[in-house]
Antibody, heavy 124, light 110 residues
Framework: QVQLVQSGAEVKKPGASVNVSCKAS????????MHWVRQAPGQGLEWMGI????????TYGQKFQGRVTMTRDTSTSTFYMELSSLRSEDTAVYYC?????????????????WGQGTLVTVSS | QSALTQPASVSGSPGQSITISCTGT?????????VSWYQQHPGKAPKLIIY???NRPSGVSNRFSGSKSGNTASLTISGLQAEDEADYYC??????????FGGGTKLTVL
């Protein structure tokens, strides 16, 4: 069965960077795009970006451009999301979310499997 | 401020039907049939319940249905059950290759 297992909670100081991992299993790693979505405490979902595992191309949300980097390691079936220059407003649960079979715009909407989430706390 | 607008809360009694709206623009909901809905229980990850406006993934109850008219999408839950109490989010593709979500709606089953 499809599983997305994320790394554990992190506490970071303002200005630092955080790297969250998402290990995929139960499906063909290079066949499905992966998105990153975050949720601030008590708030809604916010789309951050997408990575196509083959060939590793990315598209980032305008709000995060210049601060986020999404990568993947095909040898370990793991995705990574690094967010830099952290500020208190980045405190949130970060999710990886897979898109199933899709084409065009549906690749940005239909998230069929989600990781368990990683809480990132930014505090001095 | 979320790109898609949802009511903050809705409520209904067991057995009743409720509808949650999700309003966007011609650049997202109105322009494409790529609207999805997610159910999120406290402390859990979201779960896909509707995709491509009105399709249910395998295993999702047929009490959940979706529709769209112009720039507004809707999620209807019929035969409300206690376990339906959760937060619900809409999502859509948006022009210029992005994804967007609504702010979420808290459903209370009275």
């Amino acid at each position: 069965q499809v599983q997305l297992v994320q790394s554990g909670a992190e506490v970071k100081k303002p200005g630092a960077s955080v790297n969250v991992s998402c290990k995929a299993s139960g499906y063909s790693f290079t066949s499905y795009n992966m998105h990153w979505v975050r949720q601030a405490p008590g708030q809604g979902l916010e789309w951050m970006g997408i990575i196509n595992p083959s060939p590793g191309s990315t598209t980032y949300g305008q709000k995060f451009q210049g601060r986020v980097t999404m990568t993947r390691d095909t040898s370990t079936s793991t995705f990574y999301m690094e967010l830099s220059s952290l500020r208190s407003e980045d405190t949130a649960v970060y999710y990886c979310a897979r898109v199933g079979d899709c084409s065009g715009g549906s690749c940005y909407s239909n998230f069929d499997y989600w990781g368990q989430g990683t809480l990132v706390t930014v505090s001095s | 401020q979320s790109a898609l607008t949802q009511p903050a809360s809705v409520s209904g009694s067991p057995g009743q039907s409720i509808t949650i709206s999700c309003t966007g623009t011609s650049s997202d909901i109105g322009g494409y049939n790529y609207v999805s809905w997610y159910q999120q229980h406290p402390g859990k990850a979201p779960k896909l319940i509707i995709y491509d406006v009105n399709n249910r993934p395998s295993g999702v109850s047929n009490r959940f249905s979706g529709s769209k008219s112009g720039n507004t999408a809707s999620l209807t839950i019929s035969g409300l059950q206690a376990e339906d109490e959760a937060d619900y989010y809409c999502g859509s593709y948006k022009t210029r290759v992005t994804g967007v979500f609504g702010g979420g709606t808290k459903l209370t089953v009275l």
